[in-house]
C-alpha cells in the first residue's frame, strides 16, 4: 500500500489580482520532519502556509493534507503560528492558555504552563506589554504545546537576538510530537540550520530547490546559509 504524505501539492497556484504569488508548485512532505521554507521578503512563503492552514484559497491546483482537502477536519491536526501578532492585546497571558485549551482540544495546558514558568512571566501581565522577543516565545509556546501533526511557523526568530532564536530552535526541536512535521517560513537560514531535515527555497512564487539538508552539504560542500546566499545572490 502507497504511504499517504503528509502535505502534498501539485500545480498549486495562488494569485493576488495581477500578483502571482506563487506559480504552479509541486510539493511533497512526509510526517517526522523539520522543514526550512527559505526564500526573501515576498517570495510566497506566507501565501503558501495560510493556502496549506486554509485561510486562502488556491486558484489552480491541487493541496492535500493527510490525503484530503484542506477542512475543519485538516484545521485539528495544524497548528499554525502567523508572522503578525493576532493576540487581542489587552489579554493576559494566562487568559491566552485558557483560550487555547477551550478552543483546540489537543492543547497541552500543563506543557504550556511549564514552559511559560521557565520564562518567569507573570500570568496576569498583558501580552501587549512583552517585548518583542517575548511576544514570540509566548506565541511559540502557545503553538508548540498543540498535539498537532503539521505546525506551520512563519517567521518565529527575532532577527539579531542569538539567545532568543537559540531558544526558540530548542522550543521546536524539543516539544514537536516525533512523528509530527514542522514548515518553518524564514529569511534567516543561519539561524535555523541547525535543527532542519529538509530545505526549501523558494522565490518569486516559484521553488528552487527542495532537498535534504544532508544531501545538500555533501553535495556543495557548504552552508545552507551560503547555498542561500549563492541562490538568491545575496
Known sequence: MTKIPLLYLEKLSKTYG?????????LTLEAGQIV???????????????????????????????GQK???????????????????????INQLVGYFQDFYPDFRASKAQELLDELAL????????????????VKLILAMSRQADLYLLDDPICQGDPANSAYILRIIKENRPKEASVLIAS??????????????????GKILLHEPKEKLYQEKQESIEQIFRFQYRL
Not at 477542512?71 to 493576559?92: G, T, V
Request: proline fraction near 7%; avoid cysteine; aromatic fraction near 6%.
Open 122 to 137: 507573570d500570568g496576569q501581565r498583558p501580552f501587549k506589554d512583552l517585548d518583542k522577543a517575548l511576544k514570540a516565545k
Open 70 to 92: 484542506p477542512s475543519l477536519a485538516s484545521k485539528k491536526i495544524i497548528s499554525y503560528l502567523p508572522d503578525l501578532d493576532h493576540f487581542h492585546p489587552d489579554m493576559k
Open 18 to 26: 495581477h500578483y502571482l504569488a506563487l506559480d504552479a508548485i509541486d
Open 36 to 66: 526550512g521554507l527559505l526564500g526573501p521578503n515576498g517570495s510566497g512563503k506566507t501565501s503558501l502556509l495560510k493556502l496549506i492552514n486554509g485561510l486562502l484559497q488556491p486558484d489552480s491546483g491541487t493541496l492535500l493534507i493527510q
Open 187 to 204: 529569511h534567516l537560514p543561519v539561524d535555523l540550520e541547525e535543527i532542519l531535515d529538509q530545505v526549501i527555497f523558494i522565490k518569486a
